[in-house]
């Protein structure tokens, strides 16, 4: 069974910083990693996906990397803002029972502070 | 915006009711799944649809079940709603090909009473 766990729960930073959100994650067998950002009683809306044969990704001040062999992810945001308050939540893609199946890491609050 | 919409937004139901929710897949998707988030937990699996059939199942009982139409859109229906069924109900598409990446769409939140 997958689990995926992401540390810190809760993040609060002060504007401009640069900072960093984990993610691991059991099983390394998987397809696909994707992280999410999420507004309080909003969907999800995707940040950054990662192939397995990947290490990194990048989009603006968001970095991505993976290392399937130690179970770990971590999301770089540089510079933050106020407007990247959000839940950020990663997404493990791995095979079950012949089709995909995604578990999700409980999220990781975060709060920039102007 | 991913295109995938969800109908109602909003909805409110007293316990032992039943509810249907609604989802539209974005054009060309012909899969689609559907999860349950409770408050301050991450989406949790309640099954996926691929062709019209059921291809994976999550730790939900049977009062969860669905249907997915030949356009490709979706319901979830919920049978003898219970208080903890309160949750934000999230629906996704995709193409199956490789990676299989999801598109979200914005949710039902669903107060049971």
New interface residues.
Partial sequence: KQE?TQIPAALSVPEGENLVLNCSFTDSAI??L?W?RQDP??????LL?I?SSQREQTSGRLNASLDKSSGRSTLYIAASQPGDSATY?C?V?YP??G?????????TKLQVIP | ETGVTQSPTHLIKTRGQQVTLRCSSQSGHNTVSWYQQALGQGPQFIFQYYREEENGRGNFPPRFSGLQFPNYSSELNVNALELDDSALYLCASSWRTEPEKLFFGSGTQLSVL
Avoid: E, M, R
Wanted: hydrophobic share 30%; no cysteine; glycine share 18%.
């Fill in positions: 995926v397809y696909n994707q999410f009683g909003k969907g999800l809306t995707s996906l192939q939540l997404a893609y079950s029972g089709y995909q199946k995604v578990t999700f890491g409980t999220g």
